[in-house]
């Protein structure tokens, strides 16, 4: 595995993370496929890819430890793998209000959103050769008002601000760019009636659909020029 191409996707288990390791896949990379608390769908998901010929490593890691995002840049180093793309991916969107959200949840999601990326950022660039790519997974709607989603929203923002100052630093060792996808797949317990009726809102009047994402990651690895830029794919959904 150790000659091959490799590639860190976060929250690769399953949803979006799992679009983009899928397509790094599809690419020729071998996959770190890191996941927290969805281990069986990230066996499931290392299955599927293992029996497309995909070299797979899992990782399963709470980023919000500093031991244990240590403990697996230490567990890719011991393999030999030399990390060219990292995909930061993992993160948690959970419904609340700003009068209601307590401390320790906007600490958790500040910790996963944007703590991590941070941290895997700083050790991916450290350990990446010329050419490397760090892609972080923004929201194409960081910049509305979403009431109840207060932490989430400004994770998302400021993570943009985070990948063009990390992408003016890095270079030109490395390249750091963010996609924001917009309507894909609702969050977790987010309800089906509203989705649809922001789904029909949308120009396009339709989800965007797993190739469209794909072809945004491509689209960073291709073009060698673009850097610190943020690929909106969302339908339309910013204009509304």
């Known amino acids: ?11 690769a288990a399953h949803r979006l993370g799992k679009v983009f390791a899928r397509a790094l896949a599809k690419r020729g990379y071998a996959i770190g496929l890191h996941y927290y608390s969805s281990e069986e769908q990230a066996q499931a998901t290392a299955e599927e890819f293992r029996q497309e010929g995909v070299e797979v490593l899992l990782f399963r890691t709470d980023l919000t430890s500093l031991s244990e995002v240590d403990e697996l840049f230490k567990e890719i180093d011991e393999s030999n793998l030399s990390i060219s793309i990292l995909v930061n991916s993992a993160g948690v969107m959970n419904r609340n209000r700003v009068a209601n959200l307590d401390i320790a ?70 390249r750091v760019n963010a996609i924001a996808p917009g309507l894909f797949l609702p969050a977790k317990a987010y309800p089906i009636t509203e989705w649809e009726k922001l789904v029909a809102r949308t120009p396009l009047k339709r989800a965007v659909v797993e190739s469209e994402i794909a072809s945004a990651l491509y689209f960073l690895i291709d073009n060698p020029s673009i850097i610190g830029q ?4 969302d339908g339309g959904y910013s204009l509304v």
Do not use: C, H
């Open 105 to 174: 949840e906007w600490d958790k999601t500040m910790s996963l959103n944007l703590r991590a990326p941070f941290l895997l950022s700083k050790k991916a660039y450290s350990r990446m050769k010329e050419s490397g790519l760090i892609v972080n997974i923004s929201d194409a709607g960081r910049n509305k008002i979403w009431v109840n989603y207060p932490d989430y929203l400004i994770s998302k923002y400021a993570l943009e601000k985070l990948t063009q100052i990390m992408a003016k630093e890095f270079a030109p060792k490395v």
């Open 1 to 11: 595995m150790g000659k091959l191409p490799f590639a860190l996707v976060t929250g």
């Open 230 to 233: 943020t690929i909106v794919v």
